[in-house]
């Protein structure tokens, strides 16, 4: 957890290889909970702004958990 609660941090992507790949990333803590943070810079009606995204840092691992196959007994419905 950050020494800063409710705030954080972006830096231009360098990893950057195609417009859908955002141009900052970051990390952001929210009332305790820590977030991946994306910024793409866009264009509208009353000129340039920023684009975020938030993913919390802990999906990642339970996205990977859901994807395991199933190997036990029982898993099987029928």
Not at 9 to 20: A, F, M, P, V, W
Not at 27 to 48: C, D, M, P, R, T
């Amino acid at each position: 957890m950050s020494k800063y609660p409710n705030s954080g941090i972006l830096s231009r992507n360098k990893n950057r290889k195609t417009d859908r790949h955002p141009e900052f990333t970051g990390s952001a803590e929210v009332e305790g909970q820590e977030f991946w943070l994306s910024a793409w810079i866009k264009e509208g009606q009353h000129g340039k702004f920023f684009s975020l995204s938030f993913q919390p840092k802990d999906a990642q691992k339970s996205a990977g958990e859901e994807s395991q196959v199933p190997t036990g007994e029982g898993d099987v419905p029928f």
